[in-house]
């Protein structure tokens, strides 16, 4: 019995690890997809906004617009490599006929929030169509009264500066001091691979322990 009992946990064990590991596959399948949109994306030439019929369905899709960028601004708490901790300032901005879509300026210093930026006129933004995945489970909630937001919740931020719940994230620079933080693949993780290669290895592993105890469990009950 304790035999039969070693065996059906070692295989149950065995599959589970496999499973975890053909599922890693398939996610660097999936990764390695959403890399090509992005690498697609930044090589196509850019199509007026309007041109879009579904933007919002639209990710990744380089895009221009011109307009009026507004002076309310909300602020996306960001860390960058070369600069440190700073903002993400996304302001709206309103075509000439009328639409209003939220534009990702890029960044700047802690110390530059309260900085006054004038009104923007006929200012045409080069960016990407984007629909970001900012939130996870250890995300905290934007501090709307504060003007300090942790995600780029686009619904939420369309409310907030009643637009289009539409985002576009610039790749030129909008002026004033502020750095462009494109759609890129630069700090996307992938892992999958390594991930998928340990859980195999776990499961051999896993095989040849439970086949040797398997094996004396067996030897001491003959």
Do not use: C
């Amino acid at each position: 019995m304790k035999f039969w009992s070693t065996v059906i946990f070692a295989t149950l064990g065995f599959a589970v690890m496999v499973t975890l590991g053909v599922w890693q596959l398939q996610r660097l399948e999936w990764k390695e997809g959403e890399l090509a949109k992005i690498t697609s994306a930044q090589q196509a030439a850019p199509v007026p906004l309007d041109a879009l019929s579904d933007p919002a369905a639209e990710k990744y899709r380089p895009v221009f617009v011109t307009g009026t960028l507004g002076t309310d601004e909300i602020f996306i708490l960001v860390s960058t490599r070369d600069r440190g901790a700073g903002y993400r300032v996304i302001s709206p901005l309103e075509t000439a006929t009328g639409r209003r879509v939220l534009i990702d300026r890029g960044y700047i210093p802690l110390e530059a929030k309260d900085v006054s930026r004038p009104l923007q006129t006929d200012i045409t933004v080069n960016g990407n169509v984007h629909v970001p995945d900012d939130r996870n489970a250890s995300t905290p909630q934007n501090d709307v009264a504060g003007n300090i937001w942790f995600a780029r919740d686009v619904d939420d931020l369309a409310a907030a500066l009643q637009t289009e719940p539409v985002l576009i994230v610039a790749r030129s620079d909008t002026g004033q001091g502020i750095l462009p933080l494109p759609v890129t693949t630069e700090g996307i993780p992938n892992n999958h691979l390594s991930y998928a290669i340990q859980w195999f290895l776990f499961a051999a592993i896993w095989a040849g322990v439970t086949t040797v105890l398997a094996w004396r469990i067996r030897a001491r009950t003959d």
